[in-house]
């Protein structure tokens, strides 16, 4: 009779505790390509988002092109729609194979020194970012291309993506 007892209290127990109402995240990892003409990076939506866009939603990155004081690009960088300390360069190699090693083992991202912009933005750079509600995640820079372009006389347009390897905390530690 106790093990029926106890066997029931478990099961409404078990019944009341998965009732929960924070989102379900689908995606804490991928890879992603996204560029300043369409799009940004929402960790929580685990996407590339257009912006702005219908349901107000705040990308977490976004990316423009690096220029001099000439207009000379040098490179891309990225930033938050608000000025925030958001980037923290964590680590740099000069191979993938390294850079993706040092990703995959990372377990933990630090807890201060974030930057309002990630500049300059490199291959191989693996990157803390602290979104918009406050939680982490980390990635790893893939490829990057930046470029001048005309579309028009008279008008300089300038072009800049980023190709990533990302993984999200959704609990909000900074532990992966």
Known sequence: MVKLISSFIFLILLFLGCDSTEPIIE???????INNSTNG??????????F?????????ILILAHLDQQGTVLGVFFSTDS???AFHLVKEFSDVDSAKTFFYNLAEVPDSNYEDLAIPVKI??????KTTESKYGKIVILNTNAYEYSPSPGFRGYYAEAKFKWKYQ???????
Request: aromatic fraction near 12%; charge should be neutral.
């Open 27 to 33: 995606d804490t990892s991928g890879e992603v390509t």
């Open 41 to 50: 990076f929402s960790f929580s939506k685990g996407k590339a988002i257009s």
């Open 52 to 60: 702005p866009n219908s349901e107000n939603i705040s990308p977490d």
């Open 83 to 85: 000025i925030r300390p």
């Open 124 to 129: 191989n750079q693996i990157w803390a970012v």
């Open 170 to 176: 959704p609990n909000g530690s900074r532990y992966f």
